[in-house]
């Protein structure tokens, strides 16, 4: 199993002006210097009455650059874009970091011991309160799994700043502490269909969706029967095989080192090696 304080996330929301989007990928980039975090490229689609610098969704824009001019590795950025949505938003974003959070430390399913996982939402600072305030809510259902998430929200703006300069920003604020508001239910409406931060069956099957699009053999019962070293390797290979559409042998090995340097798993039979080398060569089989 994860050993503690063994995961680290990092999410990048995305703007439609390029310099506040851009932006906020040179902080995130600061985060992913620890070399175990992985970047949550979030798959902002901007709606048709907005001009977006970038003709798709944002994602893919944020893993080019964080691949290209930052040399993050494709094995660390896990490619939210792919998840089911149209359009996406700061509440809908929120509950894909949740989503795959969950699936990686848990796999959405509770725990015996505890994990504390360090996430780290990143956007400007202006719109760190609603992100904070929404992402500290997707992940509360994840705490009663045995999650510990601990959220890090740097450089946001003060509430003295926030009232003289994005007022509006605090009028939305407050309406999501109103009762019987986000907050407080973890409800909302998406296009007429009612969702929910606490809904483990709609992230289960959201996040399968993303993966399904890439790996149509994988079965839905296959990946929820992984384990937490099954889930890594998983994860790892399917953010390079989306992000550079192939799978080397370099590739592979690289994955052993990045285990071998930072995690701790306790295995009951056979070494580290050969059970990351058997399961290399079972998920292969999904992606060939």
């Given at each position: 199993?994860?050993?503690?304080?063994?995961?680290?996330?990092?999410?990048?929301?995305?703007?439609?002006?390029?310099?506040?989007?851009?932006?906020?990928?040179?902080?995130?980039?600061?985060?992913?210097?620890?070399?175990?975090?992985?970047?949550?490229?979030?798959?902002?689609?901007?709606?048709?009455?907005?001009?977006?610098?970038?003709?798709?969704?944002?994602?893919?824009?944020?893993?080019?650059?964080?691949?290209?001019?930052?040399?993050?590795?494709?094995?660390?950025?896990?490619?939210?874009?792919?998840?089911?949505?149209?359009?996406?938003?700061?509440?809908?974003?929120?509950?894909?970091?949740?989503?795959?959070?969950?699936?990686?430390?848990?796999?959405?399913?509770?725990?015996?011991?505890?994990?504390?996982?360090?996430?780290?939402?990143?956007?400007?600072?202006?719109?760190?309160?609603?992100?904070?305030?929404?992402?500290?809510?997707?992940?509360?259902?994840?705490?009663?799994?045995?999650?510990?998430?601990?959220?890090?929200?740097?450089?946001?703006?003060?509430?003295?700043?926030?009232?003289?300069?994005?007022?509006?920003?605090?009028?939305?604020?407050?309406?999501?502490?109103?009762?019987?508001?986000?907050?407080?239910?973890?409800?909302?409406?998406?296009?007429?269909r009612d969702r929910s931060f606490d809904d483990i069956c709609d992230m289960k099957v959201d996040l399968f969706k993303a993966i399904h699009s890439t790996l149509p053999s994988l079965s839905l019962d296959e990946s929820n029967a992984f384990e937490d070293l099954d889930r890594l390797v998983f994860i790892l290979l399917w953010n390079i095989y989306v992000n550079c559409k192939k799978i080397s042998n370099n590739d592979v090995e690289d994955i052993f080192y990045f285990?071998?340097?930072?995690?701790?798993?306790?295995?009951?039979?056979?070494?580290?090696?050969?059970?990351?080398?058997?399961?290399?060569?079972?998920?292969?089989?999904?992606?060939?």
């Amino acid at each position: 199993m994860f050993n503690n304080n063994s995961l680290h996330f990092v999410s990048i929301e995305g703007n439609w002006e390029k310099y506040l989007h851009e932006e906020r990928i040179a902080n995130a980039a600061i985060a992913l210097t620890n070399n175990n975090s992985f970047a949550i490229a979030s798959g902002t689609n901007s709606p048709p009455e907005y001009a977006s610098f970038f003709n798709g969704k944002l994602g893919v824009y944020t893993r080019d650059i964080l691949m290209h001019d930052y040399n993050i590795p494709a094995m660390r950025i896990i490619p939210a874009f792919l998840f089911p949505y149209n359009l996406t938003y700061t509440i809908i974003d929120a509950f894909t970091n949740a989503s795959i959070i969950g699936w990686i430390s848990c796999g959405l399913k509770k725990r015996v011991n505890k994990i504390n996982v360090t996430f780290e939402p990143n956007t400007s600072a202006f719109h760190w309160g609603r992100v904070e305030l929404i992402n500290n809510r997707a992940c509360e259902y994840l705490r009663k799994l045995n999650v510990n998430v601990n959220l890090l929200c740097k450089n946001k703006d003060s509430k003295i700043e926030m009232n003289n300069k994005f007022r509006e920003e605090n009028v939305r604020l407050s309406a999501l502490h109103s009762k019987g508001g986000l907050l407080e239910t973890g409800k909302w409406t998406d296009n007429g269909r009612d969702r929910s931060f606490d809904d483990i069956c709609d992230m289960k099957v959201d996040l399968f969706k993303a993966i399904h699009s890439t790996l149509p053999s994988l079965s839905l019962d296959e990946s929820n029967a992984f384990e937490d070293l099954d889930r890594l390797v998983f994860i790892l290979l399917w953010n390079i095989y989306v992000n550079c559409k192939k799978i080397s042998n370099n590739d592979v090995e690289d994955i052993f080192y990045f285990i071998d340097d930072n995690y701790a798993f306790k295995l009951s039979e056979g070494n580290i090696s050969s059970r990351i080398n058997n399961l290399v060569k079972s998920i292969m089989l999904y992606i060939n």
